[in-house]
């Protein structure tokens, strides 16, 4: 079955960086977009990234636009998101996602697959 595993979260000071990191298995990686999402305590979850499956196009929600950096390595079911300039708002569970095709890959209800989470704290 098709599974989705993060890894690479932690606590970081605001200002500092991290990358998160998901491995793909179960599917044809280079066939799907590839997204993270995030969801902070008493809020809904929402996007933060995707990326294309040819790693060329990428798009980026407004709130981490110039500070995350979305990558993927096909030859490894890899994908990576770094994130700098960390903020306390972006405190969250990150989630890695999945989709087929391109159109709505923004949408959490239009996400073939998910990963599990890996919890993001960045202190002030």
């Known amino acids: 079955q098709v599974q989705l595993v993060e890894s690479g979260g932690g606590l970081v000071q605001a200002g500092g960086s991290l990358r998160v990191s998901c491995v793909a298995s179960g599917l044809t990686f280079s066939n799907y977009a590839m997204a993270w999402f995030r969801q902070a305590p008493g809020k809904a979850r929402e996007f933060v990234a995707a990326?294309?499956?040819?790693?060329?196009?990428?798009y980026y929600a407004d709130s981490v636009k110039g500070r995350f950096t979305l990558s993927r390595d096909n030859a490894k079911n890899m994908v990576y998101l770094q994130m700098n300039s960390l903020k306390p708002e972006d405190t969250a569970v990150y989630y890695c996602?999945?989709?087929?095709?391109?159109?709505?890959?923004?949408?959490?209800?239009?996400?073939?697959?998910w990963g599990q989470g890996t919890q993001v704290t960045v202190s002030s």
């Open positions: 996602a999945a989709k087929r095709y391109w159109s709505n890959v923004d949408m959490d209800s239009e996400i073939d697959y």
């Open positions: 990326i294309r499956w040819s790693g060329v196009g990428t």
